[in-house]
């Protein structure tokens, strides 16, 4: 039906409420429905007029998790980087819905997603994941070029972000990949500042045991030492 309509004049890229038609194939995983619109002519990067954060067929088919659909778009040329207020397909895959297979889609496509690049307070993908403990997607980001160093705006770097939530797995693989536990913020202090205040002990040994740590680190603001920061952290978990 759909390449008969084709044949007959319909407008492949016709957009409407709920987007267009390759959209709709896509979301919906007609995967060769989407080929063969792609073939006649549809537009892989037409956004949704309205506010939706799903607006390009491959946020929608990554959405879905309909990665059938999402390999034909990526096939035909789509924009692995075309994101929406933020959500790039990356940070989407990884992060909202923590879709390792999704993530080795992306990444395998040349030329691939920028693995570093930020949003508008500076988290980039890696950040992110870190933070809520996703190690096998950690550790694709890394393996493929993630820079585990590179901070947000307010200078968390991933490394950072495990220790706060308490991510002792993730904090053990940055760690391994020599991540820097020196790096002072301005209201928490280092790294072994920051463990203690979040009083996991676990955390605190890793990071303890790092070579060139000073368990005497003074620091500005409220983070004192590492002793006082555990003292604060025992005192309000």
């Known amino acids: 039906m759909t390449e008969a309509l084709l044949d007959h004049g319909a407008d492949v890229n016709a957009v409407c409420s709920s987007g267009t038609a390759l959209r709709l194939a896509v979301g919906s995983g007609f995967s060769e429905v989407a080929r063969l619109l792609l073939e006649r002519g549809a537009d892989a990067e037409i956004e949704q007029p309205d506010a939706s954060v799903l607006q390009t067929p491959l946020l929608t088919a990554l959405a879905y998790q309909e990665l059938s659909s999402a390999r034909v778009l990526l096939e035909a040329g789509a924009d692995v980087n075309h994101g929406v ?57 890394v393996n493929y070029g993630a820079d585990v160093e590179l901070a947000n705006a307010t200078g968390i770097t991933p490394l ?35 463990a203690c205040r979040r009083a996991d002990l676990e955390i605190v040994k890793l990071v303890a045991a790092r070579r060139g740590i000073d368990v005497n680190r003074g620091c500005d603001e409220m983070a004192g030492t590492p002793l006082m920061s555990a003292l604060w952290g025992i005192a309000s978990p």
Not at 108 to 136: C, K, R
Not at 167 to 184: D, T
């Open 160 to 194: 950072y972000r495990a220790i706060n939530n308490r991510q002792i797995e993730v904090v053990e693989y940055l760690l391994s990949r020599k991540a820097n536990v020196n790096i002072v913020l301005r209201q928490s202090g280092t790294a072994l500042h920051l």
């Open 85 to 141: 207020r933020d959500n790039s397909p990356l940070r989407l895959a990884a992060y909202y819905l923590e879709d390792e297979e999704a993530v080795r889609l992306l990444l395998e496509f040349s030329p691939g997603p920028d693995v570093n690049i930020q949003d508008t307070v500076g988290d980039t993908v890696l950040n992110d994941a870190s933070g809520d403990g996703h190690l096998p997607i950690v550790k694709r980001l």
